[in-house]
């Protein structure tokens, strides 16, 4: 097989020779044996010789290529041969021998990696497929659930609004029934009527006596009524004296919890807001009064203050909040109670004087000695002392009025009676000047 291949490479040298003896003509060198083509004859067809050789050697190469290619495959096809014979004649001595070769195949020869993996990525598709089609269908629940939803609601808004159309259409033909009847009985009235008598008409007149509100924006002006659910700050101890309320009013403080009635369009955040207030006792209800005076809000890191005025009703719906009844007026009635009692017998222990009536009618006095005169006089003292201390102590009772005891945290509902703008101070102003514009008008009315 060497021998072969030598052979072939020895030939191939040749025929590479010969190819550039050929390719020698185009450059107008003698080429011996050729003598037609020297000189300028030969140099006029260069380009047709070089095309021909180029040709040429296309062709050599491919043969060349092709015999080394059948004859490597004639050599590996008999090497193989030789190898299987071989193979072949040591099983069967092997086997005449009696000794048998044991082939142990692995469980990675028996597995398929890409088989492995097409497997795994199928069951990762089909277990992704599961789930969405399970998501799907859970959409689709939830989506008919709120058509389904839907379409209720839509039908019974329609329901309605065909119930309000036709109670509509009813008072339409009531208020059109109406009419006729009111034209018909006006037309009977008028034909009915002597041709003589006049239709009188009376006018009156109104001068300066009908006053508009104007109109407020409900983004910073709260109205009259609007109420507020709130906490109490702080416990407190009112007095229940007579001039309490404009003289000794205690103050208070609130703490809003909910905007209550107020329009949606104030963005007046409540919970940010506490309402200063006033506060005296009422003995006879055992109740705290309470006026509000003025409100503090925190809007973007501003304070705004307002005056206000309103009032407070308790848990119990009532106005003001119950209180408890502390009356500090005893330990001073007790020490007046014991001058009294003091003063007494004082007097009772000083006695009569003593006298003895004679024989004609007449009488005589005993005469005292110092010992009976001081004896006297120190009873006499005492029992002032006693009238004093006794009046004193119930001046003290007197000037102490009960207290009304109310604990920290007690639920209220505020209550505003006078309407006003976020952040205005005249609200008090208004108010006073509304009584005495009242007052004025009632001693109109009188003269």
Sequence with gaps: MSNLLTSLKEKAIKAGVRIKQLAGRGTGLPVPGLPGLNGESARGNNKILRKKQRGVVVVSVCIVLVLIGGVKSYWESSQESKRLAKTKTSETGRRASGSEVLKIELADKALDPELHWRNFYEELRRSDRLEFEKRLKEIEKSQEAVLSKAKKAIDTELAGTKRKLMLAHQELEDAGMELTRVARMEQERINGAPPHMETLLEAEYFEDEIEFFRPKSAK????????????????????????????????????????????????????????????????????????????????????????????????????????????????????????????????????????????????????????????????????????????????????????????????????????????????????????????????????
């Design 220 to 447: 910073n002006y709260v109205p009259e009524g609007t109420y507020f659910t709130g906490y109490l700050l702080g416990g407190i101890m009112v007095s229940t004296a007579l001039n309490t309320a404009a003289d000794n009013a205690t103050p208070v403080s609130f703490r809003l919890k909910h905007r209550g009635n107020l329009s949606k369009l104030n963005k007046t955040d409540i919970s940010k807001c506490r309402i200063m207030g006033s506060a005296y006792g009422d003995l006879s209800s055992e109740r705290a009064i309470i006026r509000l005076e003025k409100m503090i809000c925190e809007k973007d890191g501003f304070y705004t203050a307002s005056r206000v005025a309103g009032q407070i009703f308790g848990a119990d719906g009532f106005n003001g909040i119950k209180g408890t009844v502390i009356s500090t007026a005893s330990k001073h009635i007790k020490n007046a109670m014991i001058g009294g009692i003091i003063s007494g017998l004082s007097s009772s222990a000083k006695g009569q004087d003593g006298m003895s009536i004679l024989s004609g009618g007449l009488t005589s006095t005993q005469k005292k000695g110092f010992k009976d005169l001081a004896g006297g006089g120190l009873l006499k003292g005492v029992g002032n002392a006693g009238d004093k201390l006794a009046e004193y102590y119930l001046k003290q009772a007197e000037a102490m009025s009960p207290v009304l005891t109310i604990p920290s945290g007690a639920r209220v509902n505020l209550q505003i009676t006078k309407g006003f703008f976020m952040g205005e101070k005249t609200t008090h102003r208004r108010i006073k000047n509304g009584r005495k514009g009242a007052k004025q008008i009632k001693k109109e009315q009188k003269r």
